[in-house]
């Protein structure tokens, strides 16, 4: 069973830093991007960072400049590197995993991981 376990989250002042760790359990023949996404209560699921297989990244505006993106292929993880954290930051953050799997070709999430930013 493909599983992507998150890790990393917490409670931090603003101006603070958190990393966050997203790892696949399970088999994955071939991953395509990998993504982090967020969450505030009531609201939409929203991109925060894409990377591509080849490493190619795009950011939301938002945190462009804050945030950093990474992966390691080997591991089948992605990386969330977050600076400068602002209360507005505060969220659920997913991670996401495009691949192939016993289970065909198709989208993966994790759990979620709460992030909390205080002022």
């Known amino acids: 069973q493909v599983q992507l376990v998150e890790s990393g989250g917490g409670s931090v002042q603003a101006g603070g830093s958190l990393k966050l760790s997203c790892a696949a359990s399970g088999l994955f023949r071939n991953t395509n991007a990998m993504a982090w996404y967020r969450q505030y209560p009531g609201n939409t699921r929203d991109l925060v960072a894409v990377?591509?297989?080849?490493?190619?990244?795009k950011y939301a505006d938002a945190v462009r400049g804050r945030f950093i993106i990474s992966r390691d292929n080997a591991a089948i993880t992605v990386y969330l590197q977050m600076n400068s954290l602002k209360v507005e930051d505060t969220a659920v953050y997913y991670c996401?995993?495009?691949?192939?799997?016993?289970?065909?070709?198709?989208?993966?999430w994790g759990q979620g991981t709460q992030v909390t930013v205080s002022s």
């Open positions: 990377i591509a297989q080849n490493g190619d990244t």
């Open positions: 996401n995993i495009n691949g192939d799997t016993s289970r065909g070709f198709r989208t993966y």
